[in-house]
């Protein structure tokens, strides 16, 4: 809306121009030509930005109608691929016709994993002992 409010004041600010040359014809004899072209222009320039607007109301219904269809496709699709996958079984290699990853079961490691060490972590430094410290045993 911002860019069509810049376009029309622009093409109004012609209308004034014409104006100011058509109120003083014996002084502006050498820009009537201009006048005439400009005129033109204005009734053109009129003439698409209605054309414009009318686009883009169509551009909005056709864009409110094409989310719609979009919502009743997918929902549509997920119904079928639903259907298909307690017909045929989650696992069946079938499932790739309809655009789905079969199960094929979870995958469990094997290797066991090592700590990572941290790169941000403090040295390890022994604390000195001192008398008061406890015992690392238990009595």
């Avoid at 029309?8 to 005439?36: D, F």
């Avoid at 469990?108 to 000195?128: F, G, I, L, Q, V």
């Amino acid at each position: 809306m911002a860019i069509e409010r810049r376009y029309m004041n622009r093409i109004n600010g012609w209308s004034q121009v014409s104006a100011g040359v058509n109120a003083n014809p014996a002084e502006t004899k050498h820009l009537q030509p201009g006048t005439v072209r400009l005129e033109g222009l204005h009734t053109r320039a009129t003439d698409l930005s209605k054309q414009q607007a009318a686009l883009t109301t169509a551009k909005q219904e056709v864009t409110k109608e094409l989310r719609q269809v979009l919502r009743e496709g997918d929902a549509l699709a997920d119904f079928i691929r639903t259907g298909a996958r307690a017909h045929f079984g989650k696992e069946s290699e079938k499932m790739l016709e309809f655009g789905m990853q079969p199960f094929r079961g979870l995958k469990t490691e094997t290797k066991e994993r090592k700590p990572r060490a941290r790169k941000n972590a403090a040295p390890e430094t022994s604390a000195p002992a001192t008398e008061t410290s406890a015992p690392d045993t238990v009595k």
